[in-house]
């Protein structure tokens, strides 16, 4: 702020309300400075935080990650090995991650796009009273982190016949389940606990969305004598479509990259691998096992699956077709 | 008849809601309530439906304001990191989004295009090199190491970047005119006219920096660096008996957020929906 304070009391010469250029005139001004603030210069200094973040924090450990997925990366001893580590990686271990991250995602994305759909639709609806206190308390589980969620969730559901879950399975009249020791219900308290925290956010992407298709659109849907249903398909749904695009697509990501949903309910090692995913591999044997090569490879792995599928998923939605 | 069944449907509907914002707020209270319980129940039983009201006392809360020095360490270094990670990413990332908004430069479309891009690049995929690089750089177990990596956000910077374009450029041809420079310009035109953006910004990097866990699990070893996710985390192991800690720390790690969301509430919704890029 001072800095450019003094740089601007000496650039500015005297009063000037002349409107003729006068920069030529005043060559008092530190060379340097002016240098900086010509209009070619200033951008770049403006974008130099996120270049040298770029190159630094991004591309470079990018390179590097390819770099040594090529290697055996033990301390003080570095060795390319090839394709070594990628050949490791067709063990029953990353495929049963693969398989759960996978899992996780498609569940995810279904349960976290229809249902705020539907629920972004009522809430805008003129049917339901009380908006805001609902869409206020849908929204109240996002301000929780994952661990303290993690850490509700894992006493909701524990083990003893009288913790919560098990209290309502047992009245509808089933056996207490060991929600941590079943491969589905790992699944599924994974997947719960993501649904839980992310509801109320996308619900409110689609209420911004549904608040900008103009009333007329309905209107005349209704002269045309459409009823609830074929106004939901013919007329909210085709101007919900870039949005639904939008939250498919970061729902795939974040999917692929989950951890700590995972983290909370087992830490780093779950039975029988019910609930590792493939970042919580990458961090099983990148860092405990410090085996950072074998890590490299299978980030490298799905850094390409998730390209992939996003890039699938944006031809299939003909996101393209639009030029964005 | 018809009419009726549209207000039966009506009640239903609302109904339908009530209890889903039951479900919603149910895990939150179920906390709070239980951060009255004693903790050795806790570990035992879990969360139940069915407790001992005569039971409830205030021994977590006792526990951890006389006991727990570690986790107001932790409380600490959380709020210093979060801190500075607000500051200097809303700074930095401002800077680049105004400069992508307001300039006519060769290059510019393709640093955009890096910044869209770079927001689908998962943090995780160079999590392993950079954390060699926070070893080869002797960073491990500082601050800096937490908070390099959020300093220049690629969600902010286009954030930033289309809250720029639309402000009035005319401006700064004026400011020229009367001698400012492009950097005087920017810091006491432009930013001003920038901050509800910034508010919105502050809400998601404050919640990122707040939450962030699988970064700071990595680059922090001692348990006095420790920020709150991490610490609380290594209370979760089965054998502890810190739920006392867990509890009642877990609530309390909530506070700071909802402060936030009180003071900025206006701008709370933006910010939060444009981070839903990380989760």
């Known amino acids: ?324 | 008849m018809r009419k009726k069944n549209n207000t039966m449907l009506k009640w239903i509907i609302n109904l339908g809601f009530v209890f889903i914002s039951f479900v919603a707020l149910f895990p939150v209270l179920g906390l709070i309530v239980s951060s009255f319980r004693p903790s050795s129940e806790l570990i035992r039983n879990g969360m139940s439906l069915t407790f001992d009201i005569s039971n409830m006392n205030l021994d977590n809360y006792t526990y951890i304001f006389t006991q727990a020095a570690s986790y107001w360490e932790w409380y600490g270094n959380s709020l210093i990191i979060s801190g500075l990670t607000i500051i200097l990413s809303l700074l930095l990332s401002a800077m680049v989004g105004y400069a992508l908004a307001v300039y006519d430069f060769k290059g510019k479309n393709v640093i955009f295009l890096l910044v869209l891009f770079i927001i689908m690049v998962p943090f995780e995929i160079l999590m392993l090199p950079l954390y060699k690089l926070m070893i080869s750089m002797q960073l491990i177990d500082t601050y800096l190491a937490v908070i390099l990596p959020l300093i220049v956000a690629p969600v902010a910077v286009f954030f930033f970047r289309q809250y720029a374009v639309g402000l009035p450029k005319e401006l700064m041809d004026a400011a020229r005119i009367d001698g400012s420079t492009e950097y005087g310009i920017f810091f006491r035109i432009m930013m001003p006219l920038m901050m509800p953006s910034f508010a919105a910004m502050a809400i998601l990097q404050g919640l990122l920096s707040w939450n962030n866990f699988l970064w700071p699990l990595l680059v922090l070893r001692s348990n006095e660096m420790f920020t709150l996710p991490v610490g609380l985390a290594t209370l979760l192991t089965p054998y502890g008996n810190n739920y006392d800690v867990l509890i009642a720390g877990s609530v309390m790690t909530i506070i700071p957020i909802v402060l936030l969301f009180i003071f900025f509430q206006r701008y709370f919704v933006s910010g939060l929906t444009v981070g839903g890029v990380k989760g």
């Open chain 1, 1 to 324: 702020m001072s800095e450019a304070s003094a740089a601007k009391n000496m650039a500015t010469p005297e009063v000037t309300p002349d409107k003729k250029p006068n920069r030529k005139s005043d060559k008092k001004p530190n060379k340097f400075i002016k240098f900086l603030n010509s209009k070619k210069v200033a951008p770049w200094v403006f974008v130099s935080p996120f270049i040298i973040s770029f190159l630094v924090l991004t591309l470079y450990p990018a390179i590097q990650a390819i770099i040594m997925s090529f290697q055996s990366v033990l301390p003080g001893q570095v060795t390319f090995i090839g394709w070594g580590n990628y050949e490791r990686l067709l063990n029953p271990t990353f495929f049963r991650a693969l398989q759960n991250t996978s899992v996780y995602v498609v569940l995810t994305v279904l349960v976290l796009t229809i249902i705020p759909i539907i629920l972004a639709v009522l809430l805008d609806s003129k049917v339901v009273k009380f908006k805001t206190i609902f869409r206020a308390s849908l929204f109240v589980p996002s301000l929780t982190s994952v661990i303290v969620a993690g850490t509700i969730f894992r006493m909701m559901f524990g083990e003893s016949d009288v913790a919560v879950a098990n209290q309502i399975v047992a009245f509808i009249g089933l056996d207490p389940i060991e929600w941590r020791y079943n491969s589905w219900s790992a699944m599924f308290l994974m997947v719960i606990l993501c649904s839980w925290r992310w509801m109320g956010v996308n619900i409110l992407y689609f209420l911004a969305a549904l608040q900008n298709i103009p009333r007329e659109l309905y209107e005349s849907a209704e002269i045309d004598g459409a009823n609830v249903f074929q106004k939901f398909f013919y007329v909210t749904l085709p101007r919900l479509k870039p949005i639904i695009i939008f939250v498919v697509t970061i729902s795939i990501i974040n999917g692929f990259r989950m951890f700590e949903e995972s983290f909370v309910f087992w830490e780093t090692s779950s039975p029988g691998n019910i609930g590792l995913t493939v970042i919580g591999y990458v961090y099983q044997q990148g860092i405990q096992q410090n085996d950072m090569g074998f890590g490299a490879a299978i980030g490298v792995v799905l850094m390409l699956i998730i390209f992939v599928v996003s890039f699938i998923q944006l031809l299939v939605t003909g996101a393209f077709k639009r030029g964005d």
